[in-house]
């Protein structure tokens, strides 16, 4: 079993599953905060609040401010992504149901929305728009919809029997 001393700093739900976010200084990215799936902790301990150390870079109003989930990029900024919804109850549903804190929506009829967001360029952001099926298109960036265009078209090739 693999020790490490955390300092939790919040808990966070995300698709029925429970992290918790804490400094580490055994993290693989040396001494940072990381977030750390409850489900995969074998047993705890409790040590002296000497021990608890408080991340100075540390914040908890900002720290998911542009996950659609709990992964973050550490490496690159946030991108904005613009979306197009089609189908009048998801146009209906989208004007009062934001996708993420920085949605805006760019322009609106009774059947299409397009909006754009803010977030990190990571799997929940292919979850979601994939979710949509044929409801949603990816405006831009342009590396975005080209990865959903292959990912659409390497699911039809499973359902065609054309992939192996």
């Given at each position: ?19 918790m ?35 100075p ?20 900024p ?24 920085t ?62």
């Amino acid at each position: 079993m693999n020790w490490r001393i955390i300092s939790p700093y919040i808990l966070k739900e995300y698709r029925n599953q429970w992290y918790m976010v804490g400094y580490s200084k055994d993290s693989s990215r040396g001494p940072s905060s990381s977030v750390y799936a409850l489900s995969k902790i074998e047993s705890l301990r409790m040590l002296d609040k000497e021990q608890y150390v408080i991340d100075p870079k540390f914040n908890a109003d900002d720290y998911f401010r542009y996950c659609l989930g709990v992964y973050h990029d550490l490496e690159n900024p946030p991108v904005v992504v613009k979306l197009k919804f089609t189908g009048e109850l998801l146009v209906q549903h989208l004007k009062t149901h934001k996708l993420h804190s920085t949605m805006q929506i760019i322009s609106c009829t009774d059947m299409e929305i397009v909006v754009s967001m803010e977030v990190y360029d990571k799997i929940e952001l292919d979850t979601l728009i994939l979710g949509y099926g044929a409801s949603v298109e990816v405006l831009e960036p342009a590396h975005i919809r080209n990865r959903v265009i292959q990912t659409l078209k390497s699911n039809l090739a499973i359902y065609q029997g054309t992939k192996s």
